[in-house]
């Protein structure tokens, strides 16, 4: 076996180069390269098909959508969010002049802590800010009951939840809005890309002007709005990637099986097991330390296992509340966030992607179980 290959944590699927080629060769000579060309309109339809949802809007990145989402439903004040996520998530208020309140996440899914969100509440709330975490659903019946309750809007940031599904319902169909990133290292990518996902032909309308400056047509300008159009290579890549994504979510389901089957006698070494009723994505695989039960720190494992060339990440340590920009706010005090900071010093995201050989998957295991 090779004992030293590079594993990483992800691995981008590619789509077909003679395919791409092809349809390269129609976008040089058509030489409409963006601006809502017909790959951009195709995919939209087709990923509208695929996620069961009636309208998205693409973006060239995760973050623009989640920037666009708060300018789309006008959200000021304070938004209630997570600290247990990707940088990007809480950044986006920030740059939308928003206090990011940051409450607690459950244990079972790594999502906000639906308990902890009423206490949070200020007359300057305006909106929930939750995330789907590696692809598990949050506990998205409880947070609009509350969102109900007090008039608040809901924006779900799906980056990692990619065609999971609840009972046979997309998860995008939840809360007002929901956004998605399509960056390489998710399960579904076109390089960089993202979308917006919105229920009525309202809101998309207004989400396109917004992502093209704020024009409505050449001489009139609607709202402030940004560049955050995906250009016709990368729709062009991303109808090829569509056509292989459910492969590569079988092979990861293999290799989340054989993760559980291999681990499940191993004291100390917690992980999530799918959820009935639900399409999981197998987006990531953390696996949770607790050091006594082990008999090995999870920073211990994490680096043992660099030394090894199997690059798993801690993903997401540090926790967002701890980086600089948002630790004075008193939300981000380690007392307020208990579950949040515990789970950030156990967790470390296995390699999990759809290369990933028996051989690979063997160097891993060995890893952790052979302490
Ligand atoms: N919200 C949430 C919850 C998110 O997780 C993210 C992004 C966003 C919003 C924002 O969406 P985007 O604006 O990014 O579309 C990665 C990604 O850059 C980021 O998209 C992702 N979340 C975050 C969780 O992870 P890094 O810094 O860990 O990536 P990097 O470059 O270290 O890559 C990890 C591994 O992936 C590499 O060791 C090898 C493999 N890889 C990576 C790239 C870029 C490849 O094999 N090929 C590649 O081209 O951030």
């Not at 004040?77 to 409450?103: D, Q, R």
Request: hydrophobic share 40%; proline share 5%; glycine share 6%.
């Amino acid at each position: 076996m090779d004992t030293n290959k590079q594993i990483t944590v992800t691995s981008p699927q590619l789509p077909d180069l003679d395919e791409f080629q092809a349809l390269l060769k129609e976008i040089w000579e058509s030489k409409w390269i963006t601006n809502n060309g017909q790959f951009h309109k195709l995919l939209e339809e087709e990923l509208c098909k695929y996620l069961k949802v009636p309208y998205i809007s693409l973006f060239t990145n995760g973050t623009l959508p989640l920037l666009t989402a708060l300018q789309a439903l006008r959200i000021t004040g304070e938004v209630i969010t997570t600290p247990y996520s990707f940088v990007a998530t809480t950044h986006s208020l920030w740059w939308n002049g928003i206090k990011p309140v940051f409450v607690d996440i459950e244990e079972s899914t790594c999502g906000m802590d639906p308990n902890r969100i009423e206490a949070a509440i200020t007359p300057r709330t305006t909106a929930i800010m939750p995330v789907h975490c590696y692809g598990k659903p949050c506990n998205t019946k409880h947070i609009q009951e509350i969102a109900n309750k007090y008039g608040l809007k809901v924006i779900y940031d799906a980056a990692h939840a990619f065609g999971v599904e609840v009972n046979g319902e997309g998860i995008m169909n939840e809360g007002d809005i929901s956004t998605l990133s399509f960056h390489a290292t998710k399960v579904y990518n076109t390089i960089e890309g993202g979308a917006m996902i919105m229920h009525d032909s309202e809101m998309k309308k207004r989400v396109d002007f917004l992502k093209n400056f704020g024009f409505a047509d050449e001489v009139t300008v609607v709202a402030p709005g940004i560049n955050g159009k995906m250009d016709e290579v990368r729709a062009a890549y991303g109808l090829l990637n569509l056509k292989q994504v459910d492969s590569a979510i079988a092979a990861r389901q293999r290799v989340a099986q054989i993760y559980r089957k291999e681990l499940k006698d191993i004291p100390g070494v917690r992980y999530f097991e799918d959820i009935p009723g639900v399409r999981h994505n197998y987006s990531y695989f953390p696996i949770f330390i607790k050091a006594e039960e082990y008999g090995m720190s999870r920073d211990d494992l994490y680096f043992k296992m660099k030394a090894r060339n199997i690059l798993g990440r801690r993903y997401f340590y540090p926790l967002i509340s701890n980086f600089s920009t948002y630790h004075g706010l008193p939300s981000a005090a380690t007392e307020n966030l208990p579950n949040a900071t515990r789970i950030a010093n156990e967790v470390i995201c296995l390699p999990m992607h759809h290369e990933l050989s028996d051989n690979d998957l063997e160097r891993i295991l060995d890893c952790i179980k052979n302490r």
